[in-house]
């Protein structure tokens, strides 16, 4: 096994910073973050509301752009790419998942799983769309509706969607804001089983302390900065 290339860094981040205009004021929503990402961990990103944790979440992601620092992605400078670069390098390895779902009425669990092949003009294998649906447990929901799913299976699908195309990091803002308690435990127990069983990197901002210490790395941010890192003893 070639050990050096499995924990290839996936993200490594250097003084990142973004900064918003809002009349003469300048918000510094990230002020200078340093941040890597490593395969078979789970990061997660505490801090209050307004700490920037969405900001950095999109950096990420590369659905936004720094104003300053250093971003690697899938071992590739994120800065001064086009848009069409950046879909690039967000392919095969970033998978997005949003605090609302987002999945389309109309379209069948299977069918909002698949959705991102169809966008990345890759072949949809059935097969494999239900492997990724016995992984979030909803193997048997592959014909349903949206609608007929309750809020926690919704965001089950929604991860499933963002693993379909081979992610390598699956990153979350505030996947459990719209969840009760037990659906809110039952994404993090299955973001665990996905580090443990898939060698996958999950980045995840929560409110939910309880939850948030859950991760093997605790990062709490607060004004744009990150003013602790705490990490879990792997028992
Ligand atoms: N598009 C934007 N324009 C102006 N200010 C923004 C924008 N997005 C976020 N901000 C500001 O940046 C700071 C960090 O926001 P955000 O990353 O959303 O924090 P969090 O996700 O931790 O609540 C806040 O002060 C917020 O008001
Ligand atoms: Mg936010």
Do not use: W
């Amino acid at each position: 096994m070639n050990t050096e290339n499995n924990n290839a860094m996936l993200i490594k981040a250097r003084g990142l910073k973004k900064h918003y205009r809002r009349g003469i004021e300048t918000i510094k929503a990230l002020d200078g973050v340093d941040l890597e990402i490593r395969p078979g961990e789970m990061v997660s990103i505490l801090g209050p509301s307004g700490s920037g944790k969405t900001t950095l979440i999109n950096l990420l992601s590369c659905l936004d752009a720094p104003d300053g620092g250093e971003l690697e992605v899938g071992g590739r400078q994120v800065a001064g790419l086009s848009e069409e670069e950046l879909v690039g390098v967000r392919q095969g390895v970033l998978g997005y998942v949003f605090q609302k779902f987002h999945l389309l009425p109309t379209l069948t669990v299977a069918e909002n799983v698949e959705l991102p092949l169809m966008f990345l003009q890759r072949p949809v294998d059935r097969e494999k769309t239900l492997a990724v649906l016995r992984l979030v447990d909803l193997e048997n929901r592959a014909g349903h509706l949206p609608r007929e799913l309750s809020g926690g299976q919704m965001q089950r699908v929604a991860i499933a969607r963002a693993l379909i195309a081979d992610t390598k990091v699956l990153i979350a803002d505030e996947p459990t804001g719209n969840l009760d308690k037990a659906n809110g435990e039952a994404v993090f127990a299955l973001f665990r089983r996905l580090v443990a069983e898939k060698n996958l990197a999950i980045v995840v901002t929560t409110h939910n302390l309880a939850l948030g210490a859950l991760a093997d790395r605790i990062i709490t941010l607060e004004d744009g900065r990150i003013i602790e890192e705490k990490i879990n003893p792997r028992v």
